[in-house]
T-cell receptor, first 111, second 110 residues
């Protein structure tokens, strides 16, 4: 069954804690993206990777980190430096420049 | 810097009506424009993609137009149904990335 999986669906973070959101794909797409969505707003790009072992900062990278060790995986870590992490996080993949396919999302909440 | 605006932010109409959602963008140097649907708490589903050289795309009851010179796109939904209730986002593709509007939350009342 092809697609993009994100886990967990809900994630709770305590003050000062780093948390990692998972994104896995079996679509064989080269490019992967992480977006943040706040209520009533569009998506803002956090990081993207166009090829394994390479990634670029998006518009709001501060307080986040990523890795791209495998083509299938692009985990996002929300560090303690991100002071307002509560949001809906969406991972996307793309075969090229044309379009992107989105995962189901992870909602991050702060305790 | 590209900016994408969607008007209205929310729209509520009776079932069966035809409706238009609007999207405007500030930089006409785009590769394509895409309309997405998002159900509450879910990811995005692509509805229509219009290349910069095209004027419109159609899929079933949906028709999207693009006027690149004026920086505008519309999504036309014919004979709306309660199942069309969702948030609709437009996004323009630049050299490296998609830039999204904030979305229009659509409610179709039975």
């Amino acid at each position: 069954d092809g697609g993009i999986t994100q886990s967990p669906k809900y994630l709770f973070r305590k003050e000062g804690q780093n948390v990692t959101l998972s994104c896995e794909q079996n679509l064989n797409h080269d490019a992967m993206y992480w977006y943040r969505q706040d209520p009533g707003q569009g998506l803002r790009l956090i990081y993207y990777s166009q090829i394994v072992n390479d990634f670029q900062k998006g518009d709001i990278a501060e307080g986040y980190s990523v890795s791209r060790e495998k083509k299938e995986s692009f985990p996002l870590t929300v560090t303690s430096a991100q002071k307002n992490p509560t949001a809906f996080y969406l991972c996307a993949t793309g075969p090229g420049a044309e379009t992107q396919y989105f995962g189901p999302g992870t909602r991050l909440l702060v305790l | 810097k590209q900016e994408v605006t969607q008007i209205p932010a929310a729209l509520s109409v009776p079932e069966g009506e035809n409706l238009v959602l609007n999207c405007s963008f500030t930089d006409s140097a785009i590769y394509n424009l895409q309309w997405f649907r998002q159900d509450p708490g879910k990811g995005l589903t692509s509805l229509l993609l219009i290349q910069s050289s095209q004027r419109e795309q159609t899929s079933g009851r949906l028709n999207a137009s693009l006027d690149k010179s004026s920086g505008r796109s519309t999504l036309y939904i014919a004979a709306s149904q309660p199942g069309d209730s969702a948030t609709y986002l437009c996004a323009v593709k630049g050299a490296q990335k998609l830039v999204f509007g904030q979305g229009t939350r659509l409610t179709i009342n039975p």
